[in-house]
């Protein structure tokens, strides 16, 4: 059908060749003779859409007389206990008249419109936007007397199942800092799950409410398709939008769920739903506790996939047998297309998402939020940098699929369908199918600066179910600086001695350490004093061009703790520039000299914008955020006990990263040989310094899923050829196959899988050993005695020469393994 308007505007901008233009990108042509006369249907078609421009909009009216917003203000730093889970803070007060949600309160994911409130849905590309309209769900808890406290953050463009890609910050866990909150529901599932609020309405469109809700330890349901009404929440595809509650109890979801479900004559996706006010979720809740005849199917593919993680697995199991004491069946079933389901999303999101984000989504009835349209179309280039690398991966990979896959969609969409029906014919027979909701426990938050880096965390890279190991080195050039006064080296007589090994350092060492880093293709971050690199610009410049990062350290390794502000604030002044200038971009990263700081530093740090330090040891292999302003009460005995008796007051976190400093792996300690100095070592065997840190790896390696290693050095002390020859043990132990001692590895999996009823131990030593010959094959057996045997003296080149001969053999064995359960 086509509808011809026969007279055209005097001023409509249509002219020749306009039609072809429009054609041209898809490779189209039309016929010369023709030119004109779909010139004039496009003139035509220009006016229509110019008369549509010019109708008043059409949305539902706010009931801003019943329910008032008060306070509205965008969330300051009081607000924000768990890192930046509040978007806005306002005040709606729910209905006098009462209702089922009376006395709840209620936060509402940061892209579900309430009017008046800007939002930012997780994103800076453009200004915050105001609606005009209140999104159903909102003006039906109201209706039931919840009190809604908020916005909560939700992350960019909800498109993320993690807690830091929003633009106004990241979200903690509220169970641990520096730990994912999940997303894209991040703000919500923090405040609830930290009691700051009762309820939180969330969106789901590939987990964004059952991702945070297991993470912060609480409870979320992404509803049946349609059942509440997606009116007034910004879309990402109407396929896949879900809108439901995250709260700490299974009845207040139930509670919220009948408040919000029902058709509301506008979501077209809503329509096959019963009406409003007729759903009675929360009173199935109030029967019988037993489950006798209810039937439970444990989803084979689900709960032994590779990726869940084998503590997850255990206290999946545990529950179902919880349900069987219940008097429920529990069965095991599968469902072999399962598997395909991340691909058959990944297609269908990919080509609507993009559409979306472009401004391009058509083809479903329903209210249209035309404030956001405004705000962020049409794109221009310095919008789209500002976009989070998820957001821009969802444009760049729906695009190439329209161009390169062109009918992909539909095929994907009915694949979608085929697995739906997969899962209905279980349904036949069971009452409820079982699975983990996420395979993992919450990971630690992702980098922000490396576009992948921060897809996979986005994307949940603890899913693939290894240990994440970061072997940090860090390079402190002192070199004559430190004898300059900060060791103390004026006060000694051998002042000129000790400004030799400094000009070793910066010169011989230097270029030792340098060589190292580059037979094994490290790079590190050296952290360069102002008087060393003004000293030693050639070997400093040899270390830049190599493509090592350049950290803050001072000027002449001058101690903050001597020096009053103003000169602190001198010295990082003058040397933030020149770090600025010799690298040719700002420094990222400080380590404080000696490892002290003054009660100003962390500030003056946040001050220069810089993102981590290395000075300080609340950890030992942890990162975590910096605190500044900590204050404490020393003892003093002239006064009495009750002034003094008082505990230490933390500050406020600063955003700083800390990377730990470990003095027991530091090099400069044990094996720095001062003549003067009376605690000085120098001579220490390498190898005992060596067995310490090989300590410290197998400890952290044993403890933790993820940890730092956190080396420091120093060139007038690992320049040295007994300390060189200890790296480069070391750095092959961690390359090599000289980790991961089998015995240490069947030892942590015993710990860190709960036991089966009924199981014997050596049954669970075998079945582990087994799964890793599976895995990894003889090789699993013989990474890590190498360490063991190596750190004995005699017979040392024996041992060398069978381990040599036996890894030979074993890597280039034509034997195959296939994969097993257990990855470190």
Request: net charge negative.
């Amino acid at each position: 059908m086509s509808v011809f308007f026969k007279d055209i505007a005097s001023d409509n901008p249509v002219r020749e060749g306009d039609v072809e233009k429009v054609l041209a990108p898809l490779g189209l042509t039309i016929k010369d003779e023709e030119s004109s006369e779909y010139e004039r249907l496009l003139a035509a078609v220009h006016d229509c859409a110019e008369r549509v421009l010019s109708l008043p909009d059409y949305q539902p009216a706010p009931d801003l007389l019943r329910y008032p917003r008060q306070n509205v203000r965008l969330a300051v730093e009081v607000d924000q206990k768990f890192g930046h889970a509040w978007a806005h803070r306002f005040l709606i007060k729910g209905s006098t008249l009462g209702g089922s949600m009376k006395g709840k309160s209620v936060c509402l994911k940061d892209c579900i419109a309430v009017a008046g409130v800007p939002q930012f849905f997780g994103s800076d590309a453009f200004p915050a936007w105001t609606p005009s309209t209140d999104a159903t769900i909102v003006t039906r808890v109201l209706d039931e007397g919840a009190d809604i406290l908020g916005t909560a953050t939700c992350e960019h463009f909800c498109n993320s199942t993690s807690s830091f890609t929003s633009a106004q910050g990241t979200v903690e866990n509220p169970h641990a800092i520096g730990y994912s909150a999940g997303g894209s529901t991040s703000g919500g599932a923090a405040l609830v799950a930290s009691a700051t609020v009762d309820i939180a309405l969330g969106t789901d469109q590939g987990g964004s409410i059952r991702v945070p809700a297991p993470l912060c330890g609480c409870v979320g349901l992404k509803p049946t398709h349609g059942l509440v009404p997606y009116t007034g929440i910004t879309s990402g595809d109407p396929i896949d939008d879900h809108a439901g509650p995250l709260a700490r109890c299974v009845a207040d979801v139930a509670l919220c769920l009948d408040a919000i479900a029902g058709y509301d004559n506008i979501d077209g996706k809503s329509v096959g739903a019963g009406p409003h006010g007729t759903f009675k979720f929360s009173r199935t809740l109030c029967g019988s506790k037993r489950l006798d005849g209810v039937k439970v199917a444990v989803l084979k593919e689900g709960i032994d996939h590779a990726l869940v993680q084998s503590n997850v697995r255990s206290c999946v199991l545990a529950a179902t047998r919880g349900l069987e004491q219940l008097g429920a069946v529990v069965d095991t079933v599968s469902i072999p297309c399962h598997v395909e389901g991340p691909s058959i999303w990944t297609i269908q999101q990919r080509l609507p998402g993009a559409m979306g984000i472009l401004g391009r989504g058509y083809g479903q009835r329903g209210l249209h939020l035309t404030e956001f349209e405004k705000a962020r179309l049409p794109w221009v280039d310095s919008n789209f940098q500002k976009l989070f690398p998820s957001t821009k991966n969802t444009v760049i990979n729906g695009l190439y699929l329209m161009d390169k896959f062109p009918g992909l969609y539909s095929k994907t969409v009915n694949i979608g369908r085929q697995l739906r029906d997969a899962y209905d014919r279980v349904f036949q027979s069971y009452d409820v199918i079982v699975m983990p909701t996420t395979p993992f426990v919450a990971p630690r938050h992702g980098p922000r600066d490396s576009v992948l880096g921060s897809i996979i965390y986005s994307f949940s890279y603890a899913t693939m179910g290894k240990k994440r190991v970061l072997v940090s080195y860090g390079v402190d050039v002192d070199a004559v600086a430190g004898w300059l006064g900060s060791y103390g080296g004026e006060d000694y007589r051998t002042i000129l001695a000790e400004v030799r090994i400094g000009l070793f350092a910066g010169t011989v060492g230097t270029r030792r350490v340098l060589k190292l880093f580059t037979k094994y293709n490290i790079k590190s971050t050296w952290f360069i004093p102002g008087h060393s690199l003004e000293t030693f610009p050639e070997e400093m410049a040899a270390v830049r061009d190599a493509g090592h990062e350049i950290g803050l350290h001072g000027y002449s390794h001058e101690n903050p703790t001597d020096m009053t502000i103003e000169q602190q604030k001198e010295v990082l002044d003058k040397t933030y520039r020149m770090l600025t200038e010799f690298a040719g971009k700002p420094p990222r990263g400080s380590v404080a000299p000696w490892w002290e700081t003054s009660k100003e530093g962390c500030q003056l740090l946040a001050d220069y914008g810089i993102e981590y330090d290395h000075s300080m040891s609340h950890h030992d292999c942890q990162a975590y955020y910096l605190r500044t302003g900590d204050t404490w009460t020393k003892i003093d005995y002239k006064k009495k006990a009750s002034e003094w008796m008082k505990p230490l007051v933390q500050g406020q976190n600063t955003g700083i990263v800390e990377i730990p400093a470990n003095w027991y792996l530091d090099d400069l300690p044990p094996m720095m040989f001062i003549k003067d100095a009376p605690n000085s070592h120098g001579f220490v065997n390498a190898r005992d310094v060596e067995d310490i840190w090989r300590d410290h790896f197998d400890y952290f390696y044993r403890e933790y899923d993820e940890f730092i290693f956190p080396i420091t050095i120093h060139p007038d002390v690992s320049g040295r050829p007994h300390v060189l020859l200890m790296h480069e043990r070391l750095i092959d132990g961690a390359m090599g196959p000289l980790s991961n001692a089998p015995i240490d590895t069947i030892k942590t999996r015993l710990q860190k899988t709960p036991a089966e009823f009924g199981t014997s131990a050596w049954s669970r030593i075998t079945k582990i050993a087994a799964d890793m010959f599976k895995q990894e094959g003889f090789h699993a057996f013989y990474k890590g005695i190498t360490p063991r045997i190596m750190r004995v003296a005699p017979g040392q080149a024996v041992t060398f020469t069978v381990y040599e001969y036996i890894k030979e053999r074993l890597e280039k064995s034509n034997l195959a393994f296939t994969g097993g359960k257990y990855e470190e």
